[in-house]
């Protein structure tokens, strides 16, 4: 006895060639882009069986974007984290940038601050 309906990978497959041609037509760089969004979405295979009432394709759509927000948010994360340790930077920097301008003007670094000139 046959299956009534194909599977959600026979359909995926189904969908990836019919966008063979379309792909062809594209650039190298392109191609590589669009092969990498058709792998984004047969990540999402196993879930996609389960949204049975909304046509495969955007199926596959949506599991396509929800691997690109995904991206998205790690860069938006590493964005926060390299501003991060950018303002600790500036920080250092200007405490090393007092420091130098105390010791330009003859006074002790500011880790002495607080004890008279001269003293140990």
Known sequence: MGRTVSSITQTFLKEQAAFARF???LRRQDQLA???LFASARKHLSAASYAAHALP???FLLAMLLEEHKEV???QRETDQLRAAAAELRADLDCLQGDLDRLRAGAEPAAAEGAPPGSP
């Open 23 to 25: 792909r062809r037509a």
């Open 34 to 36: 669009l092969d990498e």
């Open 57 to 59: 394709f955007e199926t």
């Open 73 to 75: 948010l790690r860069l």
